[in-house]
Each structure stands twice: as structure tokens, then as C-alpha cells.
């Protein structure tokens, strides 16, 4: 997933622009845009949504973010929309690999119930909004096959911390959230699951958007996190890998194809050894997914 673009479950033609947006994912939200008293009607119109578009030949993946097990909102949610078979649930304020335990088991029993395969929606956690999340990053690792990807916030964390900004003037994120980031990449690597970057909110200024993915590209991460259509093509290009980086892990790969047994190839005067194999098929894998290669 390059570009997963949020949706407030209550945002009436919203959900069907999202749609044909481009993105590769559709969050559809009852989390943080949704008031408290839009709840119920929010659920309500999520399942409406999934149920009409799930069965779509051509579509985005349908995600619904949850609220959160501390509100005491994420069963009634789940309820509601589970047996209108999401791809998968976004758990935000996560605590490491125990609460997607916990959120694989509330899966699983509505699966049941709704006559769906087991681990047929999968879960995108958000790993860094609480102070205590970040102290587990690193147990995300054989919690639950359906963990297919990992993302992180500032905002929340930011508000937990006590902070007064979460960015420097420049809009530049400060150390808390340089390191949250970094644990949700690490954490994502260690699990074996795609690590996504969070959203930027200033919608309107796609030029920081664009440096934004490219430092995320850059350090190893798939994909970023929208909250507005325009934001969509940016992220999109930035995260389709270019013919250029596609030839160049060709290369990579038909090297050691022709060099059997071989732990290190030299192309072109430089060397490349496994890593740089490794590096190679993940490369050619996510143009495959998006028709790149
Ligand atoms: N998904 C789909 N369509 C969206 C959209 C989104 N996230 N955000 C805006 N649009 C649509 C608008 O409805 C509008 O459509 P129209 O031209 O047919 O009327 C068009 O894109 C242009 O929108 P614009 O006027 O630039 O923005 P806005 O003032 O309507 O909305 C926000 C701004 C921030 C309220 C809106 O982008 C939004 O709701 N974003 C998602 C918020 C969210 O889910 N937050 C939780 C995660 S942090
Ligand atoms: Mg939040």
C-alpha cells in the first residue's frame, strides 16, 4: 500500500470521492474525526459503505479505523462492521504485539459469526500514540498473521508527552517523534510487516509533502498515510518505484542468477551481497503490486 487515504465514517459523498481517489487504501474512520455523539451513526454508515463497495471488481483496500480499547467503543464497533468484511481494521493507540492478541481474538469470534474465513481482515496498527507504546515496539513479531502493517502519530503521542508542538517552525518533526518514527520502522522491519508513514495535516502544501515521502522512502518505509484526495498522486509517485530503480534491481537479481553459489557479484565496479539481493526482490515485489515492473 502506497497511499492509505482517511475518511471520517460520517463523510457522506466524502467516502464515495475516496473511492476514485487513486489510493490504494481507504481508512474509513470512527476514530478521532468522529464526535462522541456521531458514534452510532458513524458505525452505521461504514458498514453501509463496505457493503457497497467491497464486492466491486476494482477497488481500493477498505480499512476501518477503530477507536480504541481504552474507550471502550472497539467491540460495539467491530460489531457493526465486520460482517461487512473490511480488509482490515486500523487499531490506533496500540501497545505492542499483546493488543493485537487481543484485537486478533474480537476478530476471530465476529468472523465466526459472520460466516468469514478466520484472519480474513487483517490489522494495520498505529504503534507510537501512547508513551508506554513506544517502550514495546518491538513486540509486534508473531502476535498475529493478520498484522500486515505498522504506522505511527504524532498527535496523540504528542498530547500524552505534555509537548507544546510535535514540529519545528520549519515543520520539521522533533526528537519524540524522529524517535517514534524510527521505532515504527524498526518494529515494522522486526515483525516482517510494511511500515507506513504518518499523515502530514497541512493538506495544501504538497511540496513538504513530497520531501516528507521521499525521507520516508528513503529510510524503509512502503507507504504514507493521507488525509486529503490531493495528497493521493504525491504519495503514489513517490512510493511507485521509477523504471530506473526497477532496471537496477534487475540487474541485481539476474547478477546473482548468473553467478550460482555466489555470496557477492560486482556490477559495474561496485559490489553487491545479499542484502542488496534482498533489498532487490523487495524492490521488484512492491513495483509488481502496482504494475511497475
Ligand atoms: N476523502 C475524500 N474526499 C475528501 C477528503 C477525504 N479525506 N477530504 C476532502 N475531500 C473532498 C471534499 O469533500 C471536496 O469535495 P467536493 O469538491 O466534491 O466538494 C474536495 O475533496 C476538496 O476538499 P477541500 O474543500 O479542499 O477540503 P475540505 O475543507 O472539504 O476538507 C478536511 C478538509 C481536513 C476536513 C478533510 O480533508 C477531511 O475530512 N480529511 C480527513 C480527516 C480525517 O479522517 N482525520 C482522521 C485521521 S487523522
Ligand atoms: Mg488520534
Known sequence: MRSLLFVPADGGRKLDKALTSGADAVIVDLEDSVPPEGKTAARASAADFLKATVKLAKRPRLIVRVNSFATGLTDGDLDAVVAAEPDAIMLPKA???????????KLAVREAIAGLPDGHVKIVAIATETAASLFVAGSYGGASARLEALTWGAEDLSAELGAEANRDADGTFLDPYRLARTLCLAGAAAAQVQAIDTIAA???????????????????FTGKMA????????????????????AAARAVIDAFAANPGKGAVAIEGVMYDRPHLERARRLLARANAVGAA
Do not use: W, Y
Not at 95 to 105: E, K, L, Q, T
Not at 227 to 246: R, S, W, Y
Open 95 to 105: 501497545a505492542g504485539g499483546a493488543s493485537i492478541m487481543h484485537a486478533d481474538a
Open 202 to 220: 497541512d493538506f495544501r502544501n504538497l511540496e513538504r509533502l513530497k520531501r516528507e515521502a521521499e525521507d520516508a522512502r528513503r529510510d524503509g
Open 227 to 246: 488525509i486529503h484526495p490531493a495528497q493521493v498522486p504525491v504519495i503514489n509517485e513517490v512510493f511507485t518505484p521509477t523504471p530506473a530503480a526497477v
